[in-house]
């Protein structure tokens, strides 16, 4: 009986319940979408640290990140690499030899990492010549030729065939120096790895180093995200004189922003509707007052507090509720075009978007592991909307309200 009468309270007015009820939907809308947005996001950087950057898994000696000392080489660096290309659980697998030193042009210089790559893996675990934006891939003919960032290209104003010097310790300790020239400048999601990071053939960097055939790292892709924390325990086990780290720990700032952005998500979801609250309030308080008299007599006839408390609660969750679900069938119909098209953030600046590591395209998704929270706000919503109505109508005297 207080459901159907509920229910019928609200059409009383029409447009007041449908206004109600549309904020509502335009309010989860908004909501959601933006949740869809900053999961498209977040999907977007975790790829790129993975694809672009790092890899799922990296292998390295024990000691070499201590102060990334040459000497440090991966023991028996081959028969491993042979050894985790054979895993059923690796998609790829890669070598590189590292060396912390400096870039020197006529205009300056500035500290890089050093990467000495195998060119034909490397394109296929970093998707590096894809990233390219002037010059070309390395030429297998061609002697000493090296790959830049952009920003680092900007700010020590390289251009294609320029030559410069990299200057790095040795294994002995010593400082050698090579020449290099500029085969191509490339341009990642990540500026400011872009700046740092320089490419050159493990073939030239090794003799330099004196450490010939040998290297300083493995990267590891693999075919399932999920299997990450089983593969580095079972490499781990077998290999238990390295360093085994996953992308989380390569790049603990990335998985620091996606726990943020996921917090943030849902404060800025109870924040909208936090402020519709405030609509639906003052809603069922004008409903109170057009109904004073009707109130009266129900408490007249004997109605106790808790059925009058209730009938206020099922019309607030019925009037928030009603534009639920309209609301969540917009957001997916709008989550499911921009995830197909894609929403060019580019009028914001691809320099600031690749300051922040992401890229100008983002893809929403959405968020169906989130529903259950949103859902969950929204009912808050109600039941905290229908206190203050509620609260109003039971301090109502029978008498006074039936002289009204």
Not at 91 to 104: E, F, P, Y
Not at 190 to 218: S, T
Not at 299 to 307: D, I, K, Q, S
């Amino acid at each position: 009986m207080i459901f159907i009468m509920a229910w019928r309270n609200i059409w009383r007015n029409k447009m007041r319940s449908i206004v109600i009820m549309l904020s509502i939907a335009i309010g989860l809308f908004a909501g959601v979408s933006v949740l869809a947005l900053y999961e498209g996001m977040m999907k977007s950087r975790v790829r790129n640290v993975i694809d672009s950057e790092v890899g799922h898994l990296q292998m390295h000696n024990i000691k070499f990140k201590e102060d990334y000392d040459p000497r440090y080489i991966l023991a028996n660096g081959a028969g491993v690499l042979t050894t985790v290309k054979g895993m059923p659980e690796v998609k790829l697998a890669a070598s590189r030899s590292i060396a912390m030193g400096m870039l020197a042009t006529p205009t300056g210089s500035a500290g890089v990492q050093i990467n000495g790559v195998i060119p034909g893996l490397e394109y296929q675990v970093s998707q590096l010549q894809r990233k390219i934006i002037q010059g070309r891939p390395f030429d297998p003919v061609k002697k000493n030729e090296i790959m830049v960032g952009q920003k680092l290209a900007k700010k020590m104003k390289l251009k294609l065939r320029s030559k410069l010097v990299l200057t790095f310790t040795d294994t002995s300790g010593n400082m050698v120096s090579g020449a290099f020239r500029v085969a191509a400048i490339y341009q990642s999601d990540n500026a400011p790895l872009d700046e740092k990071n320089v490419y050159v053939n493990m073939e030239e960097l090794n003799p330099l180093l004196g450490i010939q055939n040998a290297f300083h790292e493995i990267v590891i892709l693999l075919k399932n995200d999920a299997a990450v924390e089983k593969m580095q325990r079972e490499l781990q086990q077998k290999f238990p004189a390295y360093q085994i780290e996953s992308w989380r720990e390569i790049s603990p700032e990335t998985d620091l922003l996606v726990k943020t952005v996921d917090q943030y998500s849902y404060i800025i979801m109870f924040i909208i509707m936090f402020s519709l609250a405030f609509g639906i309030v003052n809603t069922m308080l004008m409903a109170i007052l057009e109904r004073t008299r009707e109130i009266g007599m129900m408490v007249a006839l004997g109605t106790n507090h808790v059925r009058i408390f209730l009938m206020i609660f099922l019309e607030t969750i019925f009037l928030t509720l009603g534009g639920t679900p309209v609301g969540l069938f917009i957001s997916w119909l709008a989550t499911a075009y921009f995830n197909k098209q894609g929403l060019d953030l580019s009028g914001m600046g691809r320099e600031m978007m690749s300051s922040f590591g992401f890229g100008t395209v983002i893809y929403p998704e959405f968020p169906a592991d989130k529903i259950a929270g949103v859902l969950l706000i929204v009912a808050g919503t109600a039941f905290v909307s229908c206190l203050l109505p509620a609260i109003k109508a039971l301090k109502l005297l029978p008498v006074e309200a039936l002289r009204r």
